[in-house]
């Protein structure tokens, strides 16, 4: 199975800043990389697929980049909504994996 | 839009089998445009995917989970469900149905806790 590592674990942050996760994957999987927010009680959020394609509707704030298996989400301006635990995800195999996730909480 | 919604016991006892079926409204579930999969959460942690499944009958099974998950679509009825047998305390989870597409999940259930305690 492929492996997903994300970075760090948890950071705190505060509105306004520049935020930066990463995830690694453990053999190269292209562009099949996608990225989902999750907040306390709810569902996953898809946020953006294929590496760096935004889903519809999620603000322009949120990027992603990468390709193989070195891959990041960026927010360019942290919002209070934005607080929340990040996951990627492989796609590459149809043997699935997710990461552990990176939270996100206030400074 | 997909919306989903997840039903069945919340509550299951310790080696019986857990059994989840998941509506899907807004489109066929013989669309060609999706996969159907389940992912879940114990509480506090990540996600686990567990399966996905085209109407077809093609499924990809969690290697970890494979022996002991069976999942199905019904399109007279436009279900899908779950069935994790012989199930612990280590299956105790939120889990969650939703619609690949493209190879991402886009929509989600709310989900459905399952606590497995006798």
């Known amino acids: 199975d492929i492996q997903m590592t994300q970075s760090p674990s948890s950071l705190s942050a505060s509105v306004g800043d520049r935020v930066t996760l990463s995830c690694r994957a453990s053999?190269?999987?292209?562009?099949?990389l996608n990225w989902y927010q999750q907040k306390p009680g709810k569902a996953p959020k898809l946020l953006i697929y294929g590496a760096s394609t935004l889903q519809s509707g999620v603000p322009s704030r949120f990027s992603g980049s990468g390709s193989g298996t070195d891959f990041t989400l960026t927010i360019s301006s942290l919002q209070p909504e934005d607080f929340a635990t990040y996951y990627c995800?492989?796609?590459?195999?149809?043997?699935?994996?997710f990461g552990q996730g990176t939270k996100v909480d206030v400074k | 839009q997909l919306q989903l919604q997840e039903s069945g016991p919340g509550l299951v006892k310790p080696s019986e089998t857990l059994s989840l079926s998941c509506s899907v409204s807004g489109d066929s579930i013989s669309s060609s445009s999706y996969y159907w999969g389940w992912i879940r959460q114990p509480p506090g942690k990540g996600l686990e995917w567990i399966a996905s499944m085209y109407y077809t009958g093609t499924t990809y099974y969690n290697p970890s989970l494979k022996s002991r998950v069976t999942v199905s679509v019904d399109t007279s009825t436009n279900l899908f469900s779950l069935k994790l047998r012989s199930v612990t305390a280590a299956d105790t989870a939120m889990y969650y149905c939703a619609s690949e597409t493209g190879s991402y999940y886009g929509w989600w259930g709310q989900g459905k806790l399952v606590t497995v305690s006798s």
């Open positions: 053999q190269s999987i292209s562009t099949f």
């Open positions: 995800q492989q796609s590459f195999i149809n043997h699935q994996t």
